[in-house]
């Protein structure tokens, strides 16, 4: 079964966790599609733009089997100013669909929007942490519960990246990537 998922890109994303993430996945068989959030190309925090798939707005009404919020300066603050993504990541999260986020997306993005009640522990990028509820805080860099994968930053893009391999292929296949990237 393909599966695919939805990597939102906002002026001021972290490139090494949307590249990693979608580089990985496309590895590992998924089908990511890279939406704009904003104006096309979409320049990341360090000055690198990317081309989309397609605008956000166009694929509002597609179900993924994950959305992926990568984080960066300002861009997990685009991406939680923006309406659309946040009507998609509610149906997501209430239909029960995978959510991830890495670095400030999990605070910025998921706290804001208020998803992360009952949800267990995430990672978050430190200066980040803090805006966690208490019951949500982890100190871990990476952090796997059910329905929902974070990550702390950019260097822990790849494991994150091959955590979402594994649940969305099954952790053979991304044991089988991580070794033919020399990960491991």
Not at 38 to 63: F, I, N, W, Y
Not at 148 to 164: K, Q, R, S, V
Request: charged share 20%; proline share 5%.
């Amino acid at each position: 079964m393909n599966r695919t998922v939805l990597v939102p890109l906002a002026e001021g994303f972290e490139e090494i966790e949307a590249v990693t993430v979608i580089d990985v996945l496309r590895r590992a068989g998924v089908t990511v599609v890279t939406a704009s959030v904003g104006d096309e190309p979409v320049k990341g925090a360090h000055g690198l733009s990317v081309g989309t798939d397609m605008m956000l707005e166009a694929c509002r009404h597609r179900t993924f089997d994950a959305i992926v919020l990568p984080g960066g300066m300002p861009g997990a603050v685009h991406l939680a100013q923006s309406p659309v993504l946040e009507a998609m990541v509610r149906e997501q999260a209430r239909s029960g669909r995978l959510l991830a986020a890495i670095c400030a997306a999990p605070a910025v993005a998921l706290q804001g929007w208020g998803l992360l009640k009952g949800r267990g522990k995430v990672a978050a990028y430190p200066t980040f942490r803090e805006r966690l509820d208490e019951e949500n805080r982890s100190d871990e860099g990476l952090s796997v519960g059910t329905g929902l994968i974070t990550a702390a930053g950019p260097g822990l893009a790849m494991d994150f990246a091959l955590a979402l391999a594994a649940a969305l292929t099954g952790p053979e296949r991304a044991e089988e990537l991580a070794r033919a990237m020399l990960v491991r």
